[in-house]
């Protein structure tokens, strides 16, 4: 009994002690419990949070990705305009050698210093041994059309618009043609520090058949460029065919056509206001910077008095015939090429491109008369020096908004204003008992003002207005045999209406990009609206003041890549 009495208090003793331990511990287990699962349900929460937060980090990506991608695409339509449209900031003349950083780091790790292969400017490129070989050019199907019959073909003869009292002034034209088609080629090369780049280019504007239009279209083939160019350091020289140096570049002294102001006009003889020629030249061309470039250019000269619109002195008339040109002689005795200096300026402001430029002409032309003076005549030779100045300016003054602006004024330089004005006329003076006939040089000048705006990435306006002015050179033909001696030389009483004053045009161009692929090509719309008028010397009585013209081109071209 009394153990039954001891174990029985020994139990319930335990069960005091061990009772409210047992509850504490089932208590804290609970507790527990219920801390761990609200841990997991905050970490839950907050990985939502986090969930949620990345989606829309991802969505803020993929929105940024986009706008990258439509500003990538913009840009790369902006880069198909043509290259006209783009120009380079500096002359790229002055980049003849190669990545002076990476030859520096292959020697840094023991290796020879390789020429870095350029990449290709074109797919079409072909690499034979170390030089480049690049086709290019487009296919254009063009219609143009005329409120007055001129009858020039597609390239607009300015000086003969025909006035409304001729037949030709109250008939249309309209023609459909592929002839201002183009295909060049480029080849480029490195040899030493010598940078070489050779080009040439073709259209299908030459001299046609009389029935060229009648069956088959087959129209002649004819060199637009055939030249060479070698740049070494700071020093160029250049030699062939392409545009005269008082033609207004867009950027540089460069003669590729991207580099080169024309306007962006359809018509293959551009625009009233230009002063052009591309003739056979050498260059010599001093680089002291990237933004300053100076040379001299000897060009192929030319005696020119322009078609029906000088008249010589009666008694000359069959000797000066040869020796100047009224655009019917390539046989003219010119006496010295014409030297044209040069000095062009470029630079960069807030991004934009500014280029400016001047240049000079030098030409002479000579004659030799045989005088009547004696029972054998005496040779009477005579030399006139004449000159001219031109300057030019192309500026960004807003982005993708350019304008342009370029004048030229001479003495003697008629030929350089798209052949519009003579170049010297003949004057008759008294040599003892009989005449001879000096030249006379004729004072003319041009100007055009315009602007071109990359409206879209694909879409480029272009507006243009220019003229030209040749001064009245007149004098009585003392040689004539008439009673009443008539008024000669350009531009006096009873001459013909083909003695311009002056022609205007004033032009709209609209070019519009359909597509672009630098793997394809590019295809265009270009369009050309364009009102023109030319006022002569001489206007008989009734007769009209002025001849004007509308004519209007639409040019459907595909570009090679």
């Not at 009858?151 to 025909?162: Q, R």
């Not at 637009?224 to 065919?241: A, F, N, P, T």
């Amino acid at each position: 009994m009394k153990l039954l009495k001891g174990l029985g208090v020994f139990v319930l003793a335990s069960s005091l002690v061990t009772g409210p331990t047992a509850a504490w511990a089932a208590d804290s287990d609970a507790k527990s419990s219920a801390s761990e699962a609200s841990t997991v349900a905050n970490e839950l929460a907050k990985l939502r949070e986090a969930l949620a937060e990345q989606q829309k980090q991802i969505a803020q990506q993929q929105r940024e990705i986009e706008a990258l991608r439509r500003q990538m695409s913009e840009k790369q339509d902006a880069s198909a305009q043509s290259e006209e449209q783009q120009p380079r900031v500096i002359d790229a003349a002055m980049h003849t050698s190669s990545n002076p950083g990476r030859a520096s780091e292959a020697a840094a790790y023991g290796g020879r210093a390789q020429t870095q292969e350029k990449p290709k400017e074109s797919p079409l490129s072909v690499r034979i041994g170390g030089a480049e070989f690049t086709p290019g050019g487009f296919a254009d199907f063009t219609a143009f059309f005329r409120t007055t019959n001129l009858g020039s073909g597609i390239g607009t003869s300015f000086g003969a618009l025909p006035f409304n009292n001729q037949i030709q002034g109250h008939l249309s034209e309209v023609r459909l043609t592929s002839q201002t088609s183009r295909l060049s080629l480029k080849v480029t090369g490195k040899y030493g520090e010598n940078d070489m780049t050779g080009f040439m280019e073709m259209d299908w504007l030459g001299n046609d058949a009389a029935n060229a239009f009648v069956v088959t279209n087959s129209h002649t083939n004819r060199i637009r460029h055939y030249w060479l160019d070698l740049k070494r350091g700071k020093w160029e020289i250049l030699g062939g065919q392409t545009w005269s140096w008082l033609t207004p570049n867009r950027v540089g002294v460069s003669a590729m056509s991207s580099d080169v102001f024309t306007t962006q006009n359809v018509d293959p003889l551009f625009h009233v206001g230009l002063s052009l020629t591309r003739a056979a030249q050498f260059r010599l061309i001093y680089h002291p910077n990237e933004k300053w470039a100076l040379g001299v250019a000897v060009e192929n000269p030319q005696q020119y008095v322009a078609a029906g619109e000088v008249i010589y002195p009666f008694l000359f008339n069959a000797q000066l015939g040869p020796q100047l040109d009224a655009a019917n002689n390539t046989a003219t005795p010119n006496l010295t090429p014409d030297f044209i200096p040069k000095v062009t300026y470029d630079t960069n402001f807030s991004g934009r491109h500014l280029h400016a430029e001047v240049a000079g002409l030098l030409t002479t032309v000579k004659t030799n008369i045989v005088s009547t003076q004696g029972l054998n005549g005496v040779w009477r030779p005579h030399t006139k020096v004449g000159g001219g100045v031109s300057a030019a300016v192309n500026v960004e003054l807003v982005k993708n908004y350019r304008v342009v602006a370029n004048g030229f004024y001479s003495d003697g330089g008629g030929r350089y204003l798209l052949g519009l004005g003579p170049d010297t006329v003949m004057v008759p003076v008294v040599y003892g008992t009989s005449y001879e006939a000096i030249p006379s040089l004729v004072h003319s000048g041009a100007g055009l003002v315009g602007f071109e705006a990359q409206v879209t990435p694909k879409t480029l306006l272009a507006g243009y207005y220019g003229g030209v002015y040749f001064q009245r050179n007149a004098f009585i033909d003392i040689t004539s045999p008439l009673l009443i001696k008539p008024m000669i030389g350009f531009g006096g009483t009873n001459s013909p209406n083909s003695a311009n004053r002056a022609i205007q045009e004033g032009t709209l161009d609209l070019t519009q990009t359909f597509w672009k692929n630098p793997q394809y090509g590019a295809l265009q719309l270009v369009t050309q609206f364009s009102y023109l008028t030319r006022s002569p010397w001489f206007v008989a009585a009734g007769a009209p003041k002025n001849a004007h013209l509308f004519e209007g081109y639409v040019s459907l071209r595909y570009l090679l890549p």
